[in-house]
């Protein structure tokens, strides 16, 4: 399998403010000061960066990041990018110092979306705290979460993903919705068939136990986000819930995710996508603390 993990995205928004102070103040990510040329680097690890901000009208993600091992993974892949006509560029030194990473191509997926395939990110040589309401996310091997998108052909994406990429499917919600694994994690993309259009729907992000999204549900109802219920899906077994961005596509924030064993794993069809929850929240949402624990607070 060529890719290892989904290493970073680099984002686009009219909204940079916004997304500072929501990703900061909500999900709980490290935000960086911001480089020379505008992008804002937030963090959830040791890595250099996770997310990538850029100022601009689209609102969308507009390079999905994916690590390979080395550089024999990475000239191999360009290979097979190479002979199925994807037409690989190889990025130059100003593009690997941009991403702080040793090697790096780039192509684009049957939908369009723009992929960058790199390895040697750089690692940020000191001790990481998430924030104060958020203990850990969890990330290493497993990479920064996943991303679920739209796509016009799922038969061509899917067989892009599989074929050349490697990835292997874990399950699929009938013919509209592909979870596909490239390392342990359940997912690290899904592809979805549902309106015939190119989009992302959602950016998922796990973190260390279930008080850290209990917590960020609570800083998202005080702030009156647009949001879901918690809920548990019906083949990663994440406990979630989904809060709209700045630009207007979710992030899916949760615990607890599926590892998968591939020697036992078995592709399966599920036939829902939640066990419980994930309903839509009016907003604003009415929320105040109930009668005793106005009482217990004292005055």
Known sequence: ???????????????????????????GLKVEQPEPDGRVRMRMDDRWARLILASGERENIVRYGWEVRDSAALNDLAGR???AKCQPIV??????????????????????????FFYGQRRICEPFYASPHVSAFKTGGLGLGHV???????????????DILGFRISDQLAR??????????????ALASLNGKNRVLHIMLEVATLDDVGRVFDRSLDRQVRMSTLGVHSNDLVTSFYLETPSGYEIEFGWNGRLVDDASWVTTTIDRPSLWGHRELEQPARVHPRRFQQVASGP
Not at 16 to 25: A, L, P, Q, T
Not at 103 to 115: F, M, Q, T, V, Y
Not at 149 to 161: G, T
Request: glycine fraction near 6%; charge should be negative.
């Open 148 to 162: 679920v998108i739209e796509v016009e052909d799922i038969d061509k994406c899917l067989a892009f993903y599989t």
């Open 176 to 189: 509209s919705l592909y979870f596909l694994r490239c390392n342990q994690r359940h997912h690290s993309i």
């Open 1 to 27: 399998m060529s890719v290892t993990a989904l290493g970073y995205l680099s984002l686009e928004t009219s909204h940079m403010d916004d997304w500072i102070s929501f990703g900061r103040d909500v999900l």
């Open 91 to 116: 990025g130059t030194a100003d593009d690997r110092q941009r991403l702080q990473v040793e090697g790096l191509i780039s192509c684009k997926d049957p939908a369009g979306n723009e992929l960058e």
């Open 81 to 83: 990018l190479d002979q």
